[in-house]
């Protein structure tokens, strides 16, 4: 079972590139998210979906976009980077009806230089 | 805004011991609570999910109990081993317009030494 599949693993960019980062799973799960985790800030919701065609930003959405066409795909796409974007990027998958548990990805650790 | 606690945000113990790991949120009006673990450079692994209606849950050597009117929960570990040494982190699930955002603590790194 694949689960949650990230990619890349690691990326790096220049100040004012864009690059998208690439979530699927294959669970069949209605909800999926990006979270972002800074060492002593913890994970931060960026953005999220409850099914293909809807989104709904987190906590942290500045700076980031993100599409839900197909019920398997969630990419999340930086328009101009920057340096403080350099974090470590996790894509999670569960269950729309809730009390259900969320499935991580490995994550993408991404530097901006 | 809820803001997620944990204590202590690390822990290093010999084997054999049992553990409790605190973790505190600020509004009680949660849908559920939930355990991660984390080893380093992976993802997230959820161990443990508590409902909002639910005081505790097991899993093998590990219990989680739930205060939502006291916005506490714990973390139990049972005879602990050098396996689990991780980082744990809880998080919290937000009602209404909040349903659907988790919010995290920062966690608590455990070591179990033999």
């Known amino acids: 079972n694949a689960g949650v599949t990230q990619t890349p693993k690691f990326q790096v960019l220049k100040t004012g590139q864009s690059m998208t980062l690439q979530c699927a799973q294959d669970?069949?799960?209605?909800?999926m998210s990006w979270y972002r985790q800074d060492p002593g800030m913890g994970l931060r919701l960026i953005h999220y979906?409850?099914?293909?065609?809807?989104?709904d930003q987190g906590e942290v959405p500045n700076g980031y976009n993100v599409s839900r066409s197909t019920t398997e795909d969630f990419p999340l796409r930086l328009l101009s980077a920057a340096p403080s974007q350099t974090s470590v990027y996790f894509c999670?998958?569960?269950?729309?009806?809730?009390?259900?548990?969320?499935?991580f990805g490995n994550g993408t650790r991404l530097t901006v230089t | 805004k809820q803001e997620v606690t944990q204590i202590p945000a690390a822990l290093s113990v010999p084997e054999g011991e049992n553990l409790v790991l605190n973790c505190s949120f600020t509004?009680?009006?949660?849908?559920?609570l939930q355990w991660f673990r984390q080893d380093p450079g992976k993802g997230l692994t959820s161990l443990l999910l508590?409902?909002?209606?639910?005081r505790e849950q097991t899993s093998g050597r590990l219990n989680a109990s739930l205060d939502k009117s006291s916005g506490r929960s714990t973390l139990y570990i049972a005879a602990s081993q050098p396996g689990d040494s991780a980082t744990y982190l809880c998080?919290?699930?937000?009602?209404?317009?909040?349903?659907?955002?988790?919010?995290f603590g920062r966690g608590t790194q455990l070591t179990v030494w033999p």
């Open positions: 999670a998958s569960g269950r729309a009806q809730g009390n259900s548990p969320l499935h």
């Open positions: 669970m069949n799960h209605e909800y």
């Open positions: 979906s409850v099914g293909a065609g809807i989104t």
């Open positions: 509004d009680s009006a949660i849908y559920n």
């Open positions: 508590i409902q909002s209606s639910q």
């Open positions: 998080a919290v699930e937000g009602r209404g317009s909040t349903l659907g955002r988790l919010y």
